[in-house]
């Protein structure tokens, strides 16, 4: 990039031939079903290819299950299901993806080059069929199954028991050539695997009361037991580029069983365990098929909490009205139906390094090196420190929530519409609370989280035009839903916590950005405020702002911008969503449309503060001052905003200022799909349907969003720019019934 003669550089930009490409997606189902009412079976299979059009990505899964049930006598019957998936994943070729996992960051100097024959140069060092090409297999094999027994030896008694399991398995196999990173090779395998067993029982009776009174009592049992197992080892500059595995002697009888043979092997094992049970106790009444209360408790017991909090106690219970007798007289109102629950339920932790209270750890090594077991040789096992001290008394985290509900319909039922709030407070939940420096560890977990989220969901379905034989019919539905959300407590009675740039401040949301405001630049040394106690210039962590630099607003007013000066603004969840869309036809003809909205929501672009703060870009030789070939995609135009001294010494094209929080909210014509009706219902063809049609995917996108895609938002509100586009996609398709 230094010489124009350059022709890597200069020469013709036409990489997009290579990165971006129309890619075939399918998806083929099939099923079979037969039997009887006491013995019948289905089978059902599948095959689905979907793909990017972005850098040769895609995904394949093959799926089969298989069902029966018999009837061994008429108050038995004995359900089963096994089911079968496989996956299997093209991942994508960037550069930030392999050096984060190589631990690796060479010279960043140069992006990669914009010419299509020196880019696919590049690429071909992915290709596998190459005896020193790159490897990347990803697989996962799922199977799944049960067996259920339900049986009514009497009249009003009930029994369910159901066994059933789960296991999961994700394998990869990972290598990448000398040619690749400056004379070094990586290999890494992973292999990991879920598996869980769940034991089911329930028994109930119903109870006639009076003429219209029904009570319906269950109670049972759950158990489930889960396996979280992974094994992952990793090597760089292995002997050669043609040996791409580390074969050992299997054989434990041997000396040499294990060890690898040419190969610096750092291996990360880990394995978790759990089980919950749960005792269960619930009734409902019905009167007069208007009136439905309902109760349930449970005693639930979690092997990841700590000993002296094992145990919970879960209740709810709700209320239904239905007013059809009230409303029988109406000449708009065709039906009524009120709801309202009330719930408190416990939250499970998902890891087990909570339920023992303090714990050591093999954690010997430093910051960004691999850990280490042993120290000359010796095991040797450390405090907590990078990953958060852990202590005793850590009780449930659980949830109360209230809801009210109401669904009514109009005009004999052609418009129904349902209304339901609620409010939702999540109570001692657990996070890392900062600690003093000196104690060396990142922080402290600790109870007392609490979120409260107040919110109002509304369903809409209007049948404008009923649909008939040779009419027009129009089928319209959409939800919208409100969602607040606020801090309202933290552990320790603490006001605020600050989490690197994240601050915690009770009564505000908790996913609102901590910014500096910005108010335009100073244009000249004479417009930086002066600090009248001093006679100097208003400054930034101690550094003198100057002409050039961005015109921070001082909140506190003590002629110093700093951390004391961010406020909390935007929200990087949407306050609303939801969409609609309708389903019109017409003879034989079909149009189906579907429109997806998020509103309130911003994102903070990274993208741009990257780009425009290119001088420290440059020099941080991190993961983020990594080009990918998209380096040279124009994702936005970065001219609107203000030309700062980039050189300053106060970074003024800094991430965290509200110069770079944007409107995040957008509208997406998700499908579009028009079909055709072949069969007539089984009089044109053999079949009793037989539907052709074309789907379009992804067709729209209306948004206030400078990047190039707001649903490329990463989930914490970071739009970086590195995100595979969400393709647009033309599907078409047949579906049949015999």
Known sequence: MRDSTNADYYGASNWTDLYYQYSPTYNV?????????????????????NANTADATSFTRYNGSFYINVAPVKWMMVSSMLSYTRQERERNRNVRDRLAEQRYIPDLTNPLTPNKELYGT?????????ATGATDDNTNNLINGY???????????????????DYNEGIRDVFWPRTLLEGNNFVSNYFGYNQRLVLTNSLSYDLEIGDAGKLILKGGQNFVSDVYKYDYAYANNTPNDFIKINVVEGDPNKAEYLIPRGFLVNYFPGKMQSKLVSFFGNAVYTHNEMLKLSAVVSREGSSNMQADNRWFTNYSGGIEYDFQ?????????????????????????????????????????????????SYSGIGGLSRPYSTGWVGYGIPWAYTNQLNIGLRFGLLEDRLRIGIDGYRKADKDMLMPVPVAAEWGYTGAYKNGLEVNNTGIDITLAAQILPQGANRLGWLFTGNFNYNKNELSALPDGLANV???????????????????????????????????????????????????????????????????????????MPKMSGGFGSSLTYNDFSLDFQFYYALKRNALNQYAASRLDFINTEVNNNINSVKEITFWERKQDLSEYPVYNPWSAVVPYRQDQDLFLENASYLKLRSLSIGYDLSRNGTRTAFRKCLLYVTGTNLLTLSPFK??????????????GYGLVNPQSLILGVRVNF
């Open 498 to 572: 600050e989490i690197g740039n994240t601050r915690l401040e009770i009564g505000k949301p908790i996913d609102a950005f901590w910014i500096l405001k910005n108010n335009g630049i100073y244009n000249s040394d004479g417009e930086v405020p002066q600090n009248p106690s001093t006679n100097t210039p208003i400054t930034y962590k101690g550094v003198p702002l100057k002409a050039g630099d961005p015109r921070w607003v001082d909140v506190n007013g003590d002629y110093t911008i700093n951390d004391d000066d961010k406020v909390l603004e935007g929200s990087y």
């Open 325 to 373: 007798d009230m409303i029988i007289n109406s000449n708009t109102l065709s039906s009524l139906l009120a709801t309202a629950s009330y719930g408190h339920i416990g939250k499970l932790l998902n890891d087990d390094r909570f339920n023992a209270g303090p714990a050591y750890r093999v954690d010997l090594g430093f910051t960004d090196e691999p850990t280490l077991g």
């Open 707 to 720: 990047g190039d895609d707001p649903e490329l938002v990463n989930y914490n509100g970071i739009y970086n």
């Open 147 to 165: 067996l259920a027994i339900s049986a009514n030896p009497f009249e009003r008694l009930n029994y369910t028991g159901r066994i059933g399991f």
């Open 122 to 130: 590049y690429l071909k060092e992915f290709d596998k069929d190459y």
């Open 29 to 49: 189902d099939a099923s079979i079903s037969g039997g009887s009412d006491r013995a019948n079976f289905r089978f059902f299979s599948g095959l689905t290819k």
